[in-house]
């Protein structure tokens, strides 16, 4: 069994090898000659993290199950839910744009929101997540397609273009949905997933 | 037997390699391959971005919504829709839709395009400034599905039978495959190669 020694990193940006010194409390330590992002503060709570990925995932939950948006037009009254824009497209027959919508805007940042949740529940209780590394990989590589933040804005343009002819009322289910982009985006800035494999609850240490 | 320690790509825990054998090696934590590049990285993002600057031509030029107001129908197209707000004073909103759904693709295009070529090239002085611009796209990413975004809502909020209805346009679906298309080319690129002359270690 050869020692790893933690403090020699390679960056994944640029493959450039270093020595990283620890990092103090609410500091980055950056990449010596790409700047990348490397590591944060090497320790902290992960209490933080969990409470707001938790209420962002409680607030998506409401944010699902309660009205979205409503618009008032000749005196109808069009109730809508935040599934309901990837539906609508569904009902039309635009299945590539109804997938797309429904998985970068709900289904992408539900998947994210949750498995964070069960990753940090579980090495909050000092054990190994089951398929640890899969469940991480998984997380990072929904990133880029977790959109909930670019949907919110969508939400402004559309109500812009809308007030011009009709009243648009946000319901619950939207000042939910604007709570758990704030929330998550909290989490996400506290946590730094690619050290979790290292947090001192784990004995083990990074080894599988 | 030489070891290497080394964090994985992906889920980033300490692996070791075997640097006498070869073959595939896979990750003991989250089983991603395990290696230094991600193979035939250049001709493969240069395809994705070929093909995405073709689709952005109709993606700019085809309606992207299909209004029925009224018994009228107008067909708009992204720059036209920025057009319509703009003219009714919102010009905040307007510059927010242009800047992300004309300026952002076509920023991520360019800047794609050009990390291929420097790569190719290697003029060691920009390497810094490449891999800043590397950053810089891979964030501005996402931000050009606000349009996708605009238009399912519209479709879904606007359904009041012969009043009013709301349909996306062809220009829609092209301009979808453009924001999918430069994100994988995006991912597809690998930052590593803005620094390969460079045979470091500290
Ligand atoms: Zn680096
Ligand atoms: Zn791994």
Same mark, same amino acid.
């Given at each position: 069994?050869?020692?790893i ?11 450039g ?6 990092v103090?409390?609410?500091?980055r330590a950056?990449?010596?000659r790409c700047?990348? #992002?490397l590591q944060?503060?090497?320790h902290?709570?992960?209490?933080v993290? %969990?409470?707001?990925?938790?209420a $962002? ?6 944010a ?27 009902? +039309?027959?635009? =299945?590539?744009?109804?997938l797309l919508?429904?998985?970068?805007g709900?289904?992408a940042p539900?998947t ?8 940090? %529940?579980?090495?909050r209780r000092?054990?190994?997540p ?8 998984l ?10 933040g ?7 343009v559309?109500?812009?273009?809308l ?6 009322v @946000?319901?619950?289910?939207?000042y939910?949905?604007?709570?758990m982009?704030?929330l /998550?985006? $909290? ?19 990074g080894?599988? | ?7 994985c790509?992906e889920?980033?825990?300490q692996?070791?390699?075997?640097e006498?054998?070869g073959?595939?090696q896979r990750?003991p ?6 290696e ?10 240069? $395809? %994705? ?7 952005y031509?109709?993606?700019? &030029?085809?309606?992207?919504? @299909? ?6 129908t107008s ?6 829709g920025?057009?319509? #707000?703009?003219a ?9 839709v242009?800047?992300a759904s ?6 991520k295009i %360019?800047?794609?395009?050009?990390? #291929?070529?420097?790569s ?12 800043? #611009?590397f ?7 996402? /931000? ?18 012969t009043l009013?209805? =709301? ?8 301009f979808a495959c ?5 994100? &994988?080319?995006?991912?597809?690129f690998?930052?590593?190669?803005i620094? +390969?002359p460079? @045979? @470091?270690k500290v």
């Amino acid at each position: 069994m050869v020692k790893i020694d933690h403090s020699v990193v390679r960056c994944t940006s640029c493959d450039g090898w270093q020595q990283l010194p620890p990092v103090p409390p609410s500091h980055r330590a950056r990449c010596y000659r790409c700047r990348a #992002l490397l590591q944060r503060s090497k320790h902290p709570s992960l209490d933080v993290p %969990l409470a707001l990925s938790l209420a $962002a995932l409680i607030a998506l939950a409401i944010a699902n199950g309660t009205p979205f948006l409503s618009l008032e037009y000749a005196g109808i009254r069009q109730s809508n839910f935040l599934v309901t824009g990837a539906m609508a497209l569904w009902q +039309d027959d635009h =299945f590539f744009l109804s997938l797309l919508v429904a998985f970068t805007g709900i289904l992408a940042p539900a998947t994210q929101i949750s498995l964070v949740c069960y990753l940090l %529940l579980s090495i909050r209780r000092g054990r190994l997540p089951w398929k640890f590394g899969r469940t991480l990989r998984l997380v990072t590589a929904l990133g880029p397609w977790s959109m909930a933040g670019v949907y919110l804005i969508g939400v402004f343009v559309a109500s812009a273009k809308l007030g011009q002819f009709a009243a648009l009322v @946000e319901g619950t289910g939207f000042y939910a949905f604007v709570a758990m982009v704030l929330l /998550w985006t $909290a989490s996400s800035a506290t946590l730094d997933p690619r050290a979790l494999g290292r947090r001192p609850e784990l004995n083990a240490g990074g080894a599988p | 037997m030489n070891t290497t320690p080394f964090t994985c790509d992906e889920c980033g825990l300490q692996c070791r390699t075997h640097e006498a054998t070869g073959g595939t090696q896979r990750c003991p934590h989250c089983h991603a391959r395990i290696e230094r590049r991600k193979p035939g990285s250049a001709q493969r993002t240069a $395809a %994705l971005l070929i093909a995405a600057g073709i689709l952005y031509i109709p993606a700019n &030029l085809l309606p992207i919504f @299909e209004v029925q107001l009224l018994g009228r129908t107008s067909n708009d197209t992204i720059l036209e829709g920025v057009a319509q #707000l703009i003219a009714s004073g919102m010009w905040m909103i307007g510059a927010v839709v242009f800047i992300a759904s004309i300026a952002v693709p076509l920023l991520k295009i %360019l800047g794609i395009g050009t990390l #291929l070529l420097a790569s190719r090239f290697k003029p060691d002085s920009t390497r810094l400034g490449r891999a800043r #611009l590397f950053r810089v796209v891979e964030a501005i990413g996402p /931000w050009s599905m606000i349009d996708i975004f605009v238009v399912s809502l519209m479709v879904s909020l606007v359904r009041f039978g012969t009043l009013a209805t =709301f349909a996306p346009g062809p220009g829609a679906v092209c301009f979808a495959c453009v924001v999918i298309l430069t994100m &994988l080319a995006v991912r597809g690129f690998d930052p590593r190669t803005i620094w +390969d002359p460079v @045979e @470091e270690k500290v």
